[in-house]
């Protein structure tokens, strides 16, 4: 009789994290922040078809990174139960943390069985309230780990990086302009190399707690998405590219007349004439060439 295979339940768990982890790795990052109206979602995805960000109820959304069959699953299981959950009771009755919930167990439970492999997934589900204060966003993990966030959350990709830019530049009450250009921007950090991102390569979504639709979510089209990134983009600093010699040429000209203050040797020309030079004095040195770059 054969010896069963033996592997401690610790590094069984470890194997199927990091199984987990390289799937999620694989993705693009996915962000969600909180501004001043609402809860605003930003992925860098380029299907046009294959959404990152939808609707779940209401005043709810979902985000997920990962694979899109198993996070599609959950999404439309999510669905289902708020669907069923408001009409067996009340609309007011479906709450994001409820879904979390039930997330979570889901999550849990396949990742602890032995019998199939762990979710490549990890997914957002944020809940609009009457105000900032109310707004819920939910982290969960593909071990059915759930997180609380305040302010913005980073899932996916190269998540740390993208997460240390927004922390950086996020403040409370931002606007839905000013989080959108933080978050695009966030993601083109996401290497060693600054990208540029375009419309069509962002699923934009909010929820927008000022519409007065009883549904909250709202997607935002590529032509919305572009004004609103021109609108937002700083403009260009006329000083750029100015030499020194320019800029002092620019202080002469917007001198007032008769002000000597603009150019000090003018100031001392008129308290004592300089006497022309002699014969007797010393040669002058030739001006040093420009292009000698010798080190001194």
């Known amino acids: ?9 610790e590094q ?11 799937g999620i790795a694989k993705g693009r990052s996915a962000i969600a922040l909180q501004y001043a109206d609402g809860i605003l979602f930003v992925a860098e995805n380029r299907s046009p078809a ?6 779940i109820y209401d005043r709810m959304a979902f985000a997920a990174v990962g694979r899109y069959n198993e996070f599609e699953n959950l999404r439309i299981a999510g669905v289902r139960l708020a669907d069923m959950r408001g009409y067996s009771y009340d609309r007011r009755d479906v709450t994001g943390r409820a879904l979390a919930n039930a997330y979570a167990q889901t999550l849990g439970a396949i990742f602890s069985s032995g019998g199939e492999k762990p979710l490549e997934v990890e997914i957002l589900v944020a809940e609009v309230g009457a105000s900032a204060g109310d707004d819920q966003i939910y982290r969960l993990t593909y071990d059915g780990s759930i997180a609380d966030v305040q302010g913005y959350a980073v899932m996916g990709g190269p998540a740390d990086q993208v997460a240390d830019y927004v922390g950086e530049h996020y403040r409370d009450g931002i606007s839905l302009a000013g989080a959108l250009r933080l978050a695009v921007d966030a993601l083109a950090h996401d290497g060693t190399e600054v990208r ?6 962002l699923e934009v979504a909010v929820l927008d707690r000022t519409r007065t639709q009883v549904r909250k979510f709202k ?15 700083p403009a260009p600093d006329p000083t750029d590219g100015e030499t020194p010699e320019d800029a002092a040429a620019s202080d002469g000209a917007d001198a007032p007349a008769g002000d000597t203050s603009a150019n000090p040797e003018d100031t001392a020309s008129t308290e004592a004439p300089v006497a022309p030079p002699s014969n007797d004095d010393a040669p002058v040195a030739p001006p040093e060439d420009p292009n000698d770059n010798r080190p001194l």
């Open 196 to 201: 540029e991102l375009t419309p069509d390569q």
């Open 219 to 233: 997607r935002i089209s590529e032509e919305t998405l572009e004004r609103i990134l021109s609108e937002s983009r």
């Open 50 to 55: 294959l959404h990152k960000v939808a609707e």
């Open 1 to 9: 009789m054969s010896v069963p295979f033996y592997v401690s339940p």
């Open 12 to 22: 069984l768990m470890r194997d199927r994290a990091d199984f987990a982890r390289k």
